[in-house]
């Protein structure tokens, strides 16, 4: 497959995978910083929602709101697909150059 071709596959592969994102979405309970927060003054925690991911070598978590949890899980598994579709792009590629 000549590369032309392979761009052109990629291209269609990669727009449908917007948006895209690497990392972790985790479900967390945590206390608030209100002293005066009935649900944490009787042992229960509030819900919240962490992203997490590596940048630059350092590991970075931070909070994501409600309202933007689905778009985030649509986002990441469009990661995933976008981190496969590279891996068969490279295995492709070599796979190229080997019958030259």
């Not at 269609?12 to 002293?35: D, I, T, W």
């Not at 940048?55 to 994501?64: E, I, M, N, P, T």
């Amino acid at each position: 497959m000549d590369e032309k071709t392979r761009r052109n596959e990629w291209m269609k592969k990669a727009g449908g995978l917007f948006p895209a994102a690497k990392g972790s979405l985790r479900e967390v309970l945590r206390n608030c910083s209100r002293p005066s927060c009935g649900t944490c003054s009787s042992g229960k925690k509030h819900r919240a929602w962490l992203f997490t991911c590596y940048l630059d070598g350092k590991q970075r978590s931070k909070h994501v709101p409600k309202s933007a949890v689905k778009e985030l899980k649509k986002a990441l598994a469009n990661g995933r697909r976008m981190e496969k579709a590279m891996v068969l792009s490279a295995l492709g590629l070599i796979d190229g150059s080997r019958e030259r």
